[in-house]
């Protein structure tokens, strides 16, 4: 353990690129949640996903969201913003 401290190669803290798992099951949500609660409320929505980095070396971590992603009171997980149109992450960005 010592070692390690002593090595500033092993103290950087490194972004990790990761890419994104969408579950049908979130689609599914999203279209019924965007048709009979959101309608056409653009405001960002708080979501859920899952990050995970435990697949072999040479494979992305990933960020998954599944049906359950707009269930933000239940287990512990990341969290994030939907922008539910494209107007509004265009408007967001700038």
């Not at 971590?61 to 107007?87: C, K, M, V």
Request: some cysteine; aromatic content about 12%; overall charge negative.
């Amino acid at each position: 353990m010592a070692a390690a401290m002593g090595d500033p190669a092993l103290c950087k803290l490194q972004f990790a690129p990761f890419s994104s798992a969408l579950d049908v099951g979130f689609w599914h949500e999203l279209t019924q949640k965007k048709l009979n609660e959101y309608r056409l409320d653009e405001a960002p929505k708080n979501i859920k996903g899952y990050y995970y980095n435990g697949d072999s070396a040479g494979l992305p971590a990933r960020l998954t969201l599944e049906f359950s992603a707009f269930d933000i009171y239940g287990s512990p997980s990341s969290q994030g913003l939907l922008l539910t149109t494209l107007s509004s992450s265009t408007n967001s960005s700038s």
